[in-house]
């Protein structure tokens, strides 16, 4: 019996150091939190083990489910030797799953993806196509549909032609970025990630995240090639998003605007603002900017940011009162 036991720990050793040097030459890494996802959780982990690129590392963050995701995690585990499991003991949320994740990565590259998402089986290998000609792309973003349960609600954001942005400024405002600040479908070099991570306790990570990643980046790009599916949540944060959610989502672009503006995001983060206002009755310190694109910015311009609070949400009483 103290043979066997030796044996098996002996062999254990060996199967983790092999998976350890497996892990330490990957690509990519693929960074999956898991939470209480059970019945969309084979339909995203068979669209990653099936990608036509295997050179990956998946790491699934099981974060405390209770409705036997822990289960599936482990059954995919046995399953595929490039799948790690880690596990949270309480529910830490989001970020903290996805820094956990970042922090077991070995690829020289990260993505994440949703656990109730897909990505499309030939993704992977399209976009290293690119990456392996473009070795000095720092992030590459490629399309994503949109599935909201409706057919007339589906919506696919595109990149009609493959393009290099130099600069933060650049693809924040000309290639509207603030637009799509999703963290999955992109692919980041994890160096991006060295004393970066998702803040905690906050909604709306990616906004808070994206643009310090964007200011490291040399050269960040776009593709048509590749697709990513979006499963839209009932339950999920932009569906539910109340005023400390909405007011997270206006810190982090309050903290971009000193940096980088015109006149459309300027007139974004204004309804941004307005909609915190009408959710909380606080008056966020909104500043006062040369934009007048749009009736709110002129209107803001003229009659000053409290004033406007107060007509937008007159008005939205009356809409809803009327419909």
Same mark, same amino acid.
């Given at each position: 019996?103290?043979?066997?036991?030796?044996?098996?720990?002996?062999?254990?050793?060996?199967?983790?150091?092999?998976?350890?040097?497996?892990?330490?030459?990957?690509?990519?890494?693929?960074?999956?939190?898991?939470?209480?996802?059970?019945?969309?959780?084979?339909?995203?982990?068979?669209?990653?083990?099936?990608?036509?690129?295997?050179?990956?590392?998946?790491?699934?963050? @099981?974060?405390?489910?209770?409705?036997?995701?822990?289960?599936?995690?482990?059954?995919?585990?046995?399953?595929?030797?490039?799948?790690?499991?880690?596990?949270?003991?309480?529910?830490?949320?989001?970020?903290?799953?996805? @820094?956990?994740?970042?922090?077991?990565?070995?690829?020289?590259?990260?993505?994440?993806?949703?656990?109730?998402?897909?990505?499309?089986?030939?993704?992977?290998?399209?976009?290293?196509?690119?990456?392996?000609?473009?070795?000095?792309?720092?992030?590459?973003?490629?399309?994503?549909?949109?599935?909201?349960?409706?057919?007339?609600?589906?919506?696919?954001?595109?990149?009609?032609?493959?393009?290099?942005?130099?600069?933060?400024?650049?693809?924040?405002?000309?290639?509207?970025?603030?637009?799509?600040?999703?963290?999955?479908?992109?692919?980041?070099?994890?160096?991006?990630?060295?004393?970066?991570?998702?803040?905690?306790?906050?909604?709306?990570?990616?906004?808070?995240?994206?643009?310090?990643?964007?200011?490291?980046?040399?050269?960040?790009?776009?593709?048509?090639?590749?697709?990513?599916?979006?499963?839209?949540?009932?339950?999920?944060?932009?569906?539910?998003?109340?005023?400390?959610?909405?007011?997270?989502?206006?810190?982090?672009?309050?903290?971009?605007?000193?940096?980088?503006?015109?006149?459309?995001?300027?007139?974004?983060?204004?309804?941004?603002?307005?909609?915190?206002?009408?959710?909380?009755?606080?008056?966020?310190?909104?500043?006062?900017?040369?934009?007048?694109?749009?009736?709110?910015?002129?209107?803001?311009?003229?009659?000053?940011?409290?004033?406007?609070?107060?007509?937008?949400?007159?008005?939205?009483?009356?809409?809803?009162?009327?419909?």
């Amino acid at each position: 019996m103290l043979f066997h036991n030796y044996y098996v720990s002996l062999k254990r050793i060996r199967n983790r150091n092999h998976l350890i040097l497996i892990f330490a030459n990957m690509k990519l890494s693929v960074i999956i939190p898991v939470y209480n996802v059970a019945d969309t959780l084979d339909r995203c982990l068979r669209s990653i083990s099936e990608q036509s690129f295997r050179d990956m590392q998946i790491i699934l963050v @099981n974060d405390a489910s209770t409705d036997g995701s822990d289960e599936i995690c482990e059954r995919w585990r046995n399953d595929d030797h490039r799948i790690q499991v880690i596990s949270h003991k309480v529910n830490l949320g989001l970020s903290e799953a996805r @820094n956990s994740g970042i922090s077991k990565a070995k690829g020289e590259y990260i993505t994440f993806v949703d656990s109730d998402d897909e990505v499309e089986r030939s993704t992977y290998k399209k976009l290293f196509d690119i990456l392996n000609v473009h070795p000095d792309y720092d992030i590459l973003e490629y399309p994503v549909y949109e599935h909201y349960g409706n057919l007339k609600r589906q919506h696919k954001l595109t990149f009609g032609i493959d393009k290099e942005y130099t600069d933060f400024s650049s693809y924040w405002l000309h290639g509207k970025a603030y637009e799509h600040t999703y963290a999955w479908n992109k692919i980041y070099r994890k160096s991006l990630f060295n004393g970066v991570r998702y803040p905690a306790n906050k909604k709306f990570e990616d906004a808070h995240t994206l643009p310090l990643i964007l200011q490291k980046a040399n050269i960040i790009a776009t593709t048509s090639v590749g697709l990513y599916y979006y499963y839209d949540n009932p339950k999920g944060i932009t569906r539910n998003a109340d005023g400390k959610d909405i007011s997270d989502l206006l810190e982090a672009h309050m903290r971009v605007m000193p940096e980088v503006c015109d006149a459309d995001y300027y007139a974004k983060v204004l309804n941004i603002a307005l909609t915190a206002h009408e959710c909380t009755g606080k008056y966020p310190d909104f500043p006062k900017m040369p934009y007048n694109k749009g009736i709110k910015p002129k209107l803001n311009k003229i009659i000053g940011f409290k004033t406007l609070c107060l007509i937008n949400k007159y008005l939205h009483k009356i809409y809803r009162r009327d419909r």
